[in-house]
DNA sequence: AAACACGGCGCG
DNA sequence: AAAGCGCGCCGTGTTT
């Protein structure tokens, strides 16, 4: 292991989460390949400070005959507080590892990436070693002001603990090209991802403000509605209360139960189908209710995130899903609601609280039926294969099985309707559903739902048997293998799961790819002034300053071309531009031809 | 007070 | 036997 001699495990401390927010770093510690440990505090007296602080610059400066390379356990956490820190942004060329990624990696199902957890299983660290400052903590102290003794001890085990898991880790990795290829992609998308969070993107903060007031004034007028039709002040977020009011004062039949406690079923379908036969003015109170109260309080969690500026600056976990995708928290902005595609009637236009900065436009470029062409390149299916490449309808064939001259004769509405059921039903069938859940989709008796089910069987034999092929893959070995060679884990025991895992894994693979390929071009041909703000899994986010408008077009034909740019696939990709002059709710396509 | 489970719901 | 999946966050209610 002479290539590992020089490495340096590296553990920050901070004095809480929020590093683009008031939280800052006062300590870190590093462990040698010798198991040397140094806990190096950066308050406290001066001399320390300006030796600490040296060596830190040090560690994250390239120098090409003594850099070590740098293991973290988390390295998006570590490097954004050493940068707030230097005040810098870390030198491109500085070596890093990552023991978080390497177990992502390996292990992707696995219950804990978390650093104790791992080095307790894999080394056998017990995990009590923080009780001592947790409890300081508890009574009222922060990680700050803990004694320094006690501090001590407990960065020593997380800097030795790094160092264990690269040790066990790395070799797994190292070992497989495949392995090494994700590996270091995962490594290059910490950095990409760093100066995403780091831009941030804008709320329109007196907009915002606006609509949480006349939302919190809707939510009194219907909570004022209820109570005059029941009688007495009623929290429809109390199940009992909720339940109470539809089935005993409404009179309302109960239509399903829930899963685990199997208590009435409230949700938004049920209230939908009871809506149907039974159209009392109460079920839409409840929908108000809780489409309102829910926009005004996420609206509200915007705000409390976003900084003077109006920028929020959320936390995008680069391995946030066991299918490898990413996730977005603090606050979640992968689900910011859009208007009018739900069951939902009384949809939050939230998307019209985003705007471009000042002086920009946004951006947003998204891949076209990612998904289904994903499914079509791994099931072979040929026919649909030769309609995407012609720009045809791939869901046509399909509302043609299903629902033969019905489909044919329709127009308009209901045309619509019918292949969008069918639509559907091409995720769905992959993905496991059966005959009942395919006639329930249809809106069909089970009978003829199973009767076109076998036809849509005998029509696409690739696509029904992709979902057989992956589910026995999962039995015999636990995983599914994307076209990258990542290894997705699956629940043996659910292993119809196992072609949903494929093509989410392989999209995101596709996604990650690109941000780090667009990211690298925008640097070079804008200098950075071009910026990408946000993936949302199949699409990304970029400002783009007004001024430099006229080059759009070109600049954003080569982002395609990147985005586009994976032979290995047999379908070919596509991506749709769209441009947002003035919040996120009114995006126009864009025609980067011209 | 903190951690967890659950139902519910937004996005992909 | 039958089964679409992945997230994060909210409010309520229970457990520690």
Redesign the pocket.
């Known amino acids: 292991m002479v290539a590992m001699a020089k490495d340096i495990s590296y553990d920050t401390e901070t004095t809480g989460l929020y590093l683009h927010g008031p939280h800052e770093m006062f300590s870190y510690s590093t462990c040698g390949w010798d198991g040397e440990i140094d806990i190096c505090r950066l308050d406290g007296s001066k001399k320390r400070q300006v030796a600490n602080n040296s060596k830190l610059d040090e560690m994250f400066t390239w120098k090409p005959q003594f850099s070590s390379p740098v293991v973290m356990h988390n390295s998006k956490f570590d490097l954004t507080a050493t940068e707030k820190h230097l005040g810098r942004h870390v030198a491109e060329d500085v070596e890093f590892h990552d023991t978080y990624m390497q177990s992502h990696i390996l292990q992707s199902n696995h219950p804990s990436h978390r650093l104790k957890d791992l080095a307790w299983e894999l080394a056998g660290i017990p995990k009590d070693d923080e009780s001592a400052v947790k409890s300081f903590v508890?009574e009222g102290g922060n990680y700050s002001n803990v004694p320094e003794q006690l501090m001590d001890e407990y960065q020593r085990w997380d800097a030795e603990r790094t160092m264990l898991l690269h040790r066990f880790l790395y070799p797994k990795i190292q070992a497989s090209a495949a392995f090494s290829e994700i590996y270091q992609m995962e490594l290059d998308l910490v950095k990409t991802t760093m100066r995403m969070e780091e831009r941030g993107l804008m709320l329109n903060v007196p907009r915002t403000e606006k609509m949480i007031y006349k939302l919190e004034q809707d939510v009194e007028g219907v909570l004022d509605k209820i109570e005059e039709f029941a009688g007495e002040r009623v929290?429809p977020?109390?199940?009992?209360q909720l339940a109470w009011l539809l089935f005993d004062k409404a009179k309302l039949p109960i239509l399903e139960r829930?899963?685990?406690?199997k208590?009435p079923?409230?949700?938004?379908?049920v209230i939908a189908q009871l809506r149907e036969s039974n159209p009392h003015a109460v079920l839409d109170n409840i929908l108000q209710f809780?489409?309102w109260s829910?926009g005004s309080?996420?609206l509200q969690?915007y705000l409390d995130y976003a900084d003077g500026e109006g920028i929020i600056h959320p936390d995008i976990?680069t391995c946030?899903?066991?299918?490898s995708?990413q996730?977005?928290?603090?606050?979640?902005l992968?689900?910011?609601?859009?208007e009018g595609?739900?069951?939902?009637p009384y949809?939050i236009p939230a998307r019209q609280c985003f705007r471009p900065r000042p002086g920009y436009v946004n951006f947003h470029l998204?891949y076209s039926g990612i998904e289904l062409r994903l499914l079509v390149d791994y099931a072979g299916e040929d026919k649909l294969r030769k309609i995407i490449i012609n720009g045809g309808d791939p869901h046509e064939p399909a509302s043609l099985v299903f629902f033969r001259d019905r489909f044919k004769n329709a127009r308009g509405d209901l045309r619509a309707t019918l292949r969008g059921a069918s639509k559907n039903m091409n995720?769905?069938i992959p993905?496991?559903?059966?005959?009942?859940?395919v006639a329930l989709g249809l809106g069909m008796p089970f009978e003829m739902g199973k009767e076109r089910f076998e036809d849509y069987r005998a029509q696409f034999p690739g696509l029904c048997g992709l979902n057989p092929r992956m589910?026995a893959l999962v039995r015999e070995q636990g995983y599914v293998e994307t076209k990258f060679g990542r290894w997705l884990w699956v629940p043996r025991n659910?292993?119809?799961?196992g072609t949903?895992?494929l093509i989410?894994g392989t999209a995101a693979g596709i996604l990650k790819r690109a941000q780090i390929k667009v990211h690298s071009y925008l640097q070079r041909a804008t200098s950075g002034e071009v910026r990408m703000l946000l993936p949302?899994?199949?699409?990304l986010v970029f400002e783009f300053p007004r001024k430099r408008l006229g080059e759009a077009g070109h600049i954003f034909r080569e982002v395609r071309r990147i985005m586009i740019d994976f032979p290995m696939f047999d379908v070919p990709l596509e991506v749709d531009v769209q441009v947002a002059t003035f919040d996120w709710s009114a995006k126009k396509m864009f025609n980067i031809l011209v």
Do not use: C, W
Not at 320 to 323: F, H, L, R
Not at 431 to 437: D, R, S, V
């Open positions: 508890a929290n977020n109390k199940t009992s829930t899963a685990k406690s208590q079923k409230m949700d938004k379908n809780r489409s829910r309080t996420m969690s976990r946030g899903a066991k299918t995708r996730s977005s928290s603090r606050p979640n992968q689900n910011v609601q859009k595609v739900l069951l939902n949809p998204d995720f769905a993905y496991g559903a059966a005959a009942y859940k589910a659910k292993s119809y799961m949903n895992y989410q949302i899994h199949d699409e």
